[in-house]
């Protein structure tokens, strides 16, 4: 989880960069330029690496109650047995949308699904949480976009998270510039 924190670390001070340019530009130590061109650099990096921190790769451990996989940071485990939340993160590419569902267990391991075989693992899992929750027993928040891309509710849900998202992406995305244009004086 130190793994985790640190490279969510990174990829937040990677999108803060700009503003390190803005103070040494402003005591003229680097050119005024600098935040531009540290905002176009950093911010690709920035949106691509984020996301990407916890999504699993190969080679993936699957055992009965959990699902193991390698990501940029190391080797996660998450406990099917104890899912804290499942929300589904969609990203942009080459004209199309690329979804992985970020579960959470209670012990705050974070691993995003990617793959057919997990998808259906964390599908039963879901399905037994609820069963559970049908009893009493306190069940993981699943967001109604997850719910929907597990096949667990009606698919009209998923399009309004993809346009929501979109838009999220493309507004974040603009001011990002912005303010980096900004900063190096454009």
């Given amino acids: 989880m ?5 490279g969510s670390g990174l990829a937040v001070t990677v999108l803060l960069l700009p503003f390190g340019g803005y103070g040494l530009a402003r005591i003229g130590a680097v050119p005024e330029s600098t935040p531009i061109m540290l905002g176009l650099v950093s911010g690709i990096v920035g949106f691509v690496l984020l996301p990407a921190l916890c999504e699993e790769r190969a080679p993936f451990r699957h ?3 959990r699902l193991t996989a390698h990501t940029l940071t190391g080797e996660r485990s998450v406990d099917l047995n104890r899912i804290a939340s499942v929300r589904l993160l ?4 080459y004209g199309r949308a690329y979804r992985t569902l ?7 391991v974070r691993l995003g699904i990617t793959t ?27 967001s109604r976009a997850a719910r929907t891309y597990l096949g667990l509710a009606p698919w009209r849900g998923l399009m309004v998270h993809t346009i929501l998202a979109f838009l999220l992406v493309t507004a974040s995305a603009s001011l990002y510039v912005i303010v980096a244009l900004r900063l190096g004086g454009q």
């Fill in 2 to 6: 130190v793994r985790a924190r640190m």
């Fill in 90 to 93: 969609t990203t942009f590419s």
């Fill in 116 to 142: 057919e075989r997990s998808r259906r693992k964390l599908r039963r899992a879901v399905e037994k949480a609820d069963a559970d929750a049908a009893h009493g027993a306190p069940g993981p928040r699943v």
């Fill in 102 to 108: 970020v579960v959470r267990d209670s012990d705050g």
């Fill in 63 to 65: 055992a009965s109650s």
